[in-house]
């Protein structure tokens, strides 16, 4: 959250502030030392009521031409009785020129190999997001 700050190594520990005002505790994990204004990410566990499912919906190659292109449908759900946002993270592994075809949701490019979807769901809700990938090299 742009703390402006060196943060060094150690623990770091999560609390979530319950219905009753009172603090939880929600995970713990360690850091190495970073510098100032770096971007960390700190594993805290894993959430056992949102789900995810990822599945590759079709796949085609054609050597002449020198391309693949692969198809995929990622579901989610929330059953929370609260509102999250889900970041599905996407590496595009096969070869470096690519292009997203068709989507069913925005996405944000990370890197050359990386695109993230934020998904917003809402109480008990299900969502599936898709994206078909053009590889050519």
């Known amino acids: 959250n742009q703390l402006g700050i060196a943060l060094p190594g150690g623990r770091v520990r999560f609390y979530q502030q319950d219905d009753d005002g009172q603090l939880e505790f929600i995970g713990e994990n360690t850091i190495d030392h970073n510098p100032k204004n770096s971007t960390i990410s700190i594993y805290t566990g894993n959430a056992f009521d949102i789900k995810g499912e990822r599945k590759r919906t079709d796949f085609n190659t054609n050597n002449r031409e020198n ?5 995929f449908e990622i579901t989610l759900r929330n059953e929370k009785k609260a509102p999250v946002t889900v970041t599905v993270v996407e590496h595009l592994y096969r070869w470096t020129n690519w292009a997203i075809e068709k989507k069913s949701d925005g ?17 008990e809700q299900e969502k599936t997001v898709s994206y078909t990938v053009h590889y050519s090299w």
């Open 107 to 123: 996405f944000n490019k990370i890197d050359s190999q990386t695109i993230e979807f934020e998904i917003d769901l809402k109480p």
């Open 67 to 71: 391309w693949v292109k692969e198809t």
